[in-house]
């Protein structure tokens, strides 16, 4: 059975920093493209950033320069570093995994249930 667990969400102030993990399990995580997705209020989920199973990135250009996605094959985790938090990135982050996609994660196989993250201004 795959597990994908997200942690790390929670309250930050403007310009604070987070750092979500994502633990997988059930799954060759090391052949996965992964990535973190998220979803505001009344928005349609979209993606933060990915990273391919030999460690290339891609970030949406919201978040170029102030996050960081990474990945650990041997824990099995993706990490996402958050920094120069904005209001606007309030919204629930989810990790994604997909086999046979780009970075973009055109296609997602796993997704995890979500945490929130909450920036106040």
């Known amino acids: 059975q795959v597990q994908l667990v997200e942690s790390g969400g929670g309250l930050v102030q403007a310009g604070g920093s987070l750092r979500l993990s994502c633990a997988a399990s059930g799954l060759p995580f090391s052949s996965y493209t992964m990535g973190w997705f998220r979803q505001a209020p009344g928005k349609a989920r979209a993606l933060v950033a990915g990273i391919s199973s030999a460690g290339t990135t891609y970030y949406a250009d919201s978040v170029k320069g102030r996050f960081t996605i990474s990945r650990d094959n041997v824990k099995n985790t993706l990490y996402l570093q958050m920094s120069s938090l904005k209001p606007e990135d309030t919204a629930v982050y989810y990790c994604?995994?997909?086999?046979?996609?780009?970075?973009?994660?055109?296609?997602?196989?796993?997704w995890g249930q979500g945490t929130q993250v909450t920036v106040s201004s």
């Open positions: 994604a995994a997909g086999l046979r996609t780009g970075l973009r994660l055109e296609r997602q196989d796993y």
